[in-house]
């Protein structure tokens, strides 16, 4: 979305060869309605339509990315043959068990392809909890699997994502580490807002707090990345 006109608009979108779709809001009332200080401000939502990530895309990582793709479809719905819509009410219904059914009945080459495609969604949202949970991320691995649970609900993966959310729940350490990665997060929340050198130190020895309390985890880990942006913007910082 842009509040340039559509004369600025087209010529930077030609001049950059841009390839994404845009909008224009005129006298930024989209901005404003979401509070959007600055821009270039992207917004990244998952699969599921939830928004896990927003911020200047250059602070975007490519882990991030990757963990939004998980369960998203090699081939979009509309282009899918009206043979396939008990599969799309399915589907829009987040019952993938049922969606997975309906395209076992499918016939023909096309119901394999989107078989297929639905399996591979199905196995690939399962494998970014388990690769978040494996790294110790239990944060990143809890919240994907709370939202991922009633979806997989009848399905193999629905079990085995019913464990992971079992260990973490039974395991003071993980639940621990849960607590400071939420702390990192509130703490990135107003790192984002910090506007002079002093501000910016009290974030810098917040962290640091943050890493003694959680050494050797992704806490400290990401507490660090954070700690190295921070003393990089105060050099722009009064």
Request: charged share 30%.
């Amino acid at each position: 979305m842009t509040s340039e006109g559509k004369e600025k608009t087209e010529a930077w979108v030609q001049g950059k060869k841009a390839l994404f779709p845009y909008g224009y809001d005129k006298g930024g009332e989209l901005m404003r309605y979401f509070g959007i200080r600055g821009i270039p401000h992207s917004v990244l939502l998952d699969a599921s339509g939830t928004v896990i990530w927003r911020g200047h895309p250059a602070s975007l990582r490519d882990e991030v990315v990757e963990s939004a793709l998980a369960g998203a479809l090699t081939h979009p719905v509309y282009d899918w043959p009206e043979s396939a819509s008990p599969v799309r009410q399915a589907l829009a219904q987040g019952q993938y068990a049922q969606a997975i059914e309906a395209a076992g009945k499918l016939t023909g080459e096309e119901g394999a392809r989107i078989s297929e495609a639905l399996r591979v969604m199905v196995q690939g949202r399962l494998s970014v909890v388990r690769r978040a949970f494996e790294a110790g991320d239990y944060l990143g691995a809890y919240t994907l699997g709370k939202r991922s649970e009633s979806i997989l609900v009848g399905l193999d993966e629905g079990k085995e994502l019913k464990e992971m959310l079992a260990k973490i729940d039974a395991d003071p350490k993980a639940k621990a580490i849960m607590k400071g990665q939420e702390q990192l997060a509130r703490l990135t929340l107003e790192q984002a807002a910090v506007r002079n050198k002093r501000a910016a130190q009290d974030i810098i020895n917040r962290l640091k707090d943050l890493q003694e309390a959680y050494p050797d985890s992704i806490v400290w880990r990401d507490s660090q990345a954070a700690i190295e942006k921070m003393q990089a913007a105060m050099r722009k910082l009064r």
